[in-house]
C-alpha cells in the first residue's frame, strides 16, 4: 500500500514563501510522475504543478509560473513545492499526487497540508 505525506502548510502573509515537501512509501511504489495540486474553500481542486522523473520536465498551472518551484527525487520517493511570492488566493490544501505510468491518472494522494495565506 502506497503512503503519500506532506509537510511544510501553514500561515504566512501575502509576499512571503513556504516550501511544501511529501514523502511516498510503499514496498512496491515507484511512479512515472508525481504533482500538486491543491483545493479552496468551495472551489474545485486545481492543478498546480507536475514533474516527469523521466527527463525531469515540469509543468506548471498558469495561475502559479514563475511563483512556485516543483522539485524532487525519485529514488528518494520525495517531491517538494517551492511557494514564493505567495497571494492570498494561494489559500487552499495542498496535495501530492503521484501516478504509475503516462496512460493513468494520479491514482495515490496524500491527505494534504493547509496553506493560509494572510493579506
Known amino acids: 500500500q502506497v503512503h503519500m505525506v506532506e509537510s511544510g502548510g501553514g500561515l504566512v502573509q501575502a509576499g512571503g514563501s513556504l516550501r511544501l515537501s511529501c514523502a511516498a512509501s510503499?514496498?512496491?511504489?515507484?511512479?512515472?510522475?508525481m504533482g500538486w495540486f491543491r483545493q479552496a474553500p468551495g472551489k474545485e481542486r486545481e492543478f498546480v504543478a507536475s514533474i516527469i522523473w523521466s527527463g525531469g520536465r515540469t509543468y506548471y498551472g498558469d495561475s502559479v509560473k514563475g511563483r512556485f518551484t516543483i522539485s524532487g527525487e525519485n529514488a528518494k520517493n520525495t517531491l517538494y513545492l517551492q511557494m514564493n511570492s505567495l497571494k492570498p488566493e494561494d489559500t487552499a490544501v495542498y496535495y501530492c499526487a503521484a501516478r504509475a505510468t503516462l496512460a493513468t491518472p494520479y491514482g495515490h494522494w496524500g491527505q494534504g497540508t493547509k496553506v493560509t495565506v494572510s493579506s
Open positions: 510503499g514496498r512496491t511504489f515507484s511512479s512515472y510522475a
